[in-house]
């Protein structure tokens, strides 16, 4: 359905904020896999702490197409503008939070769209309630994991006769696939595997985790090709 302009800018009015909880999802993990706090101890296992940390360099400081450094957020709001889609929504959002609403107030007061309200309602449970094992398995399974090959679908699809307003997004969605695919999914499969390791109770819960964090996905984009 992704073969107009307007159709992928309703679809990333929509996908920024998975695009933003992506972010907290990694932001627990390195909170709960390494130290954060002053003064400062050596938490947990340095080959998980060093797995996150790589993660965390990537996605919250990498280059744009011009070089400048910027997290994967930025990129994607910055595509969103590049071709015209509307950042009302998920500024005001972030400025809410900003002020210290909680993220249930600041979707509501963005007016931000019922699904994505619904998939950022899903996510904050697993980050307030799970634990550490389940939600590397929801960052994995239910991202990492599948963000390449969902990507190299987006990329076949889009539109060429404006190809210039497209060049944010390509570059955006080119990282992801590169990143992602070679390099951040098989550091967040090492990380799962040793969160898990031989306990059969974790696997179980890990699984699960997964599980309802791709219907969670399902749903979202269901409620996308509703409005297409």
């Not at 307003?165 to 799962?192: K, T």
Request: net charge negative; with cysteine.
């Amino acid at each position: 359905m992704l073969t107009s302009v307007e159709a992928i800018a309703v679809f990333m009015e929509y996908h920024v904020y998975a695009v933003w909880d992506f972010m907290t999802l990694l932001k627990a993990l390195q909170r709960g896999l390494t130290c954060v706090d002053i003064p400062w101890t050596p938490r947990g296992n340095a080959d998980t702490r060093y797995l996150i940390n790589e993660i965390v360099v990537g996605e919250e400081s990498d280059v744009n197409r011009h070089g400048v450094r910027m997290s994967h957020f930025e990129m994607y709001r910055q595509a969103m503008l590049g071709l015209g889609a509307s950042t009302s929504s998920i500024d005001t959002f972030l400025a809410g939070i900003q002020e210290g609403r909680t993220v249930s107030d600041a979707l509501h007061a963005a007016q931000a769209p019922e699904a994505s309200q619904r998939f950022v309602a899903a996510t904050m449970d697993v980050v307030t309630n799970g634990s550490l094992h389940e939600i590397a398995s929801v960052f994995t399974f239910g991202r990492e994991d599948v963000i390449p090959t969902m990507f190299l679908g987006m990329l076949d699809h889009i539109p060429t006769d404006d190809a210039t307003v497209f060049d944010d997004l390509r570059y955006y969605l080119q990282r992801h696939i590169d990143v992602d695919g070679d390099h951040h999914g098989p550091l967040a499969l090492s990380m799962v595997e040793q969160l898990v390791g031989n306990d059969d109770e974790k696997y179980v819960q890990a699984l699960a985790a997964a599980r309802t964090a791709l219907l969670n996905r399902i749903a979202l984009w269901d409620a996308v090709s509703e409005i297409l």
